[in-house]
């Protein structure tokens, strides 16, 4: 008897080493301009809000797209134990917008980091094919804090271009190069804004290469109501899910949800005050403009990296 417990707890052993337990996300947090703010839906706020929900959420890494530099400076003063990689999209250096990964550093250590563009040259910004956008994808090799370097994994994140189909299609083919390239029998995540739901026919180069799963279709649990853009639109409803989280299929995913949180602005046509219906009449409501922090909504998945 002594020898199976033995056996069993040398085997439990063994399943912690190969599997941890994270929680990792894709946030298109929509880049800063005026004419959002003109509609409302000021950065100020809105990065409050995302700063707010990422800490409660504690993703360990979470790729973001759309982040401006002063973004990510904006929500690296508001987060709790966050760095980032990754560079603007224009230049390489600061200018333009970044596919950034951002790790929680009382989790995970990096172990190198790069960059490349979605584009016939890879090693340099550029247009790519009929790309409307410089498109860029920034990757990191991360393992645990108390991990070996033999036990990390890779971490991708991207922004396909919303305009040009064949930059889309071109631009598949090179990220699934670049994986086999850098990241070789390591497991993966892939996270972004693809710009093309689950029907697309690019969709299905990522899906079908044998190298990646769609997170959401092998979640154990899974919580999305709706899809991940809103055009920053609380009543519109779509089953189109452009943000992704693609994993080596030796990843278990554990759960999956696309977070629909929303905040309030006063409207200040509204009355003052106002009472519910069946409500104790000690609450008072006021009439506040419902919002959302992006024109995206995030993506949070629960995984086993083993």
């Given amino acids: 008897m002594k020898r199976v417990y033995l056996s069993v707890i040398l085997a439990l052993t063994a399943w912690s080493c190969l599997s941890a337990q994270m929680l990792v996300g894709t946030y298109n947090i929509r880049y800063k301009n005026d004419g959002d703010s003109t509609r409302g839906n000021v950065w100020s706020k809105r990065c409050q809000v995302i700063a707010d929900q990422v800490n409660f959420m504690a993703p360990v890494v979470l790729g973001v797209q759309e982040a401006l530099l002063v973004q990510l400076q904006d929500l690296q003063s508001e987060l709790d134990g966050y760095e980032y990689i990754g560079v603007g999209r224009d230049d390489g250096k600061t200018g333009g917008e970044y596919a950034a990964i951002l790790y929680k550093t009382?989790?995970?250590?990096l172990l190198d980091h790069g960059d490349f563009w979605l584009n016939q040259s890879p090693d340099r910004p550029a247009l790519g094919w009929d790309a409307a956008c410089i498109r860029i994808c920034t990757w990191g090799k991360f393992t645990g804090q108390t991990a070996t370097d033999d036990e990390a994994f890779y971490?991708?994140?991207?922004?396909?271009d919303h305009v040009g189909v064949t930059a889309r299609r071109e631009s598949a083919k090179l990220i699934l190069k670049k994986i086999r390239e850098i990241a070789g029998n390591l497991p993966v995540i892939v996270t972004g804004d693809f710009n093309v739901d689950q029907n697309d026919e690019i969709y299905g180069l990522f899906t079908g290469s044998g190298m990646l799963v769609d997170s959401y279709q092998v979640a154990r649990q899974r919580f999305a109501e709706n899809g991940t853009f809103n055009s920053f639109d609380t009543d519109l409803y779509t089953e189109s899910r452009i943000d992704h989280v693609m994993v080596s299929p030796s990843i278990r995913v554990d759960s999956y949800g696309i977070l629909t949180n929303s905040y309030w602005t006063p409207d200040e046509g509204s009355a003052a005050t106002l009472k519910g219906h069946d409500a104790p009449q000690e609450i008072d409501f006021s009439r506040y403009v419902r919002?959302?922090?992006?024109?995206?909504?995030?993506?949070?998945?629960?995984?086993?990296v083993r």
């Fill in 291 to 304: 919002r959302q922090p992006s024109d995206h909504y995030p993506v949070f998945v629960r995984l086993s």
């Fill in 155 to 160: 971490f991708f994140n991207l922004h396909m």
């Fill in 106 to 109: 009382d989790q995970v250590r």
